[in-house]
């Protein structure tokens, strides 16, 4: 059974996300996938190793939900959403992406969400996986420990609460992105 196999378009997707904006920013909440983190870690019990997980779990457990959600959201888009081509689902990727992928020894880019020729168990312990996976994983935990905040807490919530910080984050974030899209990934795919 396929749901859709188009994303939703802006004029519907950007209003719930306003919504949603208004309604945390109307009973003082904020959203962000790191603060969920903390949370589910204080719940399992890392307030005894660090201060940094001595919260108030309890006030916090409303946005569990969101965690909850993006897994469902996963596992419906994976299973449910993605366009139909031929016998494999295909995520809709330009020609010149596509080309470009293969050119760097990717096998069928935009099979799926992420490319399970990196990430699975047997890429894990190559140079290639170390560096994206473990390198990379440690560098996105130091990065939202560092910035105070992930890039949904910032770009979405920070900048809806008009926060500098917020602002220099998402700056930093695209620059970032940039850099290692166009310089880094290139000569890792290749590994």
Known sequence: MELISQPWPWYVAGPLIAITMVLLLLFGKRLG???????????????????????????????????????????????????????????????????????????????????ISIFNWNNLFTTQGLIIIVLGGFLIGFGTRWANGCTSGHAISGLSNLQLPSLIAVIGFFIGGLIVTWFVLPSLLIL
Request: aromatic content about 12%.
């Open 33 to 115: 996938v790191s603060s969920n983190f903390q949370t589910m870690c204080t719940i399992a019990g890392a307030d005894k190793i660090a201060d940094y997980f001595k919260i108030d779990w309890k006030k916090r457990i409303w946005s569990l939900v969101f965690i909850a959600g993006s897994i469902i959201g996963g596992f419906i888009a994976q299973n449910y959403m993605m366009g139909e081509n031929g016998e494999h689902k295909q995520i809709a990727l330009s020609e010149a992406t596509t080309l470009n992928l293969e050119s760097y020894g990717m096998a069928s880019p935009g099979h799926d969400y992420e490319p």
